[in-house]
């Protein structure tokens, strides 16, 4: 079984999806929990969410594997991306609920962490390297969407119910502020709009990928939009997708992405 699944597109877009997956090796699995099996933590349904993707001719990149194999919006390293706040790390031992994943003799060791970074981590950011090199020479400028979701309410990061929309760009440094700009002018200016509360750069800044491959001065722009599950989606198990408020945020979604590809296309455009 792969790592990813890949589509390539023919415009200057990639929309990375790298907590989508739901799959768990027998080997590791053997080795959860079975609240790990519940799988609660996974960016549900954002495939077909984002299923305007192909019609708008975007590249996208999702991953095969859940995110308590490893994480693959997390550095290598397991360097933390808020420092001084709770954050779940590349192979996580714990839920967002604070439900231990493994029992305390079976959590992975480091050799068993190394491993799937090579089996499962590299080859999602090999194919993301690769795509956006592809598209940079094709074009000159790429942009990077990295698509997420969560649940609407998680006491472990923050307070209070998440607002619907939550846009991260590393404070501007992943992307042009004229792209942040486009999306904001979007938000102002869509009837679809209306209906979902936003921020930019709160809670969610954007995770590794934004910030790693978001290289403004190099004319890659890359975004985190971190949604809330409740705007699309059951939030309780098991999780089923509502169709009736997709198909209430889908033009949205379709109108933000494609501001910024007139963005990066008007003059002006290219860092």
């Known amino acids: 079984m792969t790592a990813y699944h890949f589509q390539q597109g023919s415009v200057p877009l990639l929309i990375s999806m790298p907590h989508v997956g739901t799959s768990i090796p027998d080997d590791i699995a053997a080795q959860m929990l079975p609240v790990a099996h519940e799988k609660a933590d996974t960016d549900w349904h954002l495939r077909l969410l984002y299923n305007m993707a192909a019609e708008l001719g975007a590249s996208t990149l999702a991953a095969e594997y ?8 997390r550095s290598s390293d397991n ?7 709770d954050t779940t790390g590349l192979c996580p031992v714990d839920t967002f609920a604070k ?4 029992a305390a003799e079976k959590l992975p060791t480091e050799a068993e962490v190394q491993r799937r970074i090579t089996t499962y981590w590299q080859p999602y950011h090999q194919q993301l390297q690769q795509e956006l090199q592809r598209l940079l020479k094709l074009h000159g400028s790429v942009i990077v969407w990295d698509a997420h979701s969560i649940a609407s309410m998680v006491p472990r990061f923050f307070e209070g119910k998440l607002p619907d929309l939550n846009f ?3 404070d501007q440094h992943s992307c042009d502020p004229g792209m942040q700009t486009a999306i904001a002018n979007c938000l102002q200016q869509s009837v679809h709009a209306k209906a979902y509360s936003h921020i ?4 969610f800044k ?7 491959y978001g290289k403004p001065a190099h ?14 989606m059951n939030e309780a198990a098991p999780y089923a997708y509502r169709p009736d408020l997709a198909a209430q945020v889908q033009p949205l979604l379709q109108q933000l ?6 963005w990066n296309t008007t003059p002006g455009g290219i860092a």
């Open 66 to 73: 859940s995110r308590y194999v490893i994480d693959l919006n």
């Open 79 to 85: 360097a933390n991306l808020y420092p001084g706040q």
């Open 99 to 102: 439900q231990p994943l493994y």
């Open 168 to 170: 991260g760009t590393a």
């Open 200 to 203: 930019f750069n709160g809670r």
């Open 206 to 212: 954007g995770g590794f990928i934004t910030r790693n």
């Open 219 to 232: 004319n890659i722009h890359a975004v985190q939009l971190e949604m809330s599950q409740c705007i699309y």
């Open 257 to 262: 992405l494609q501001a910024c590809l007139d």
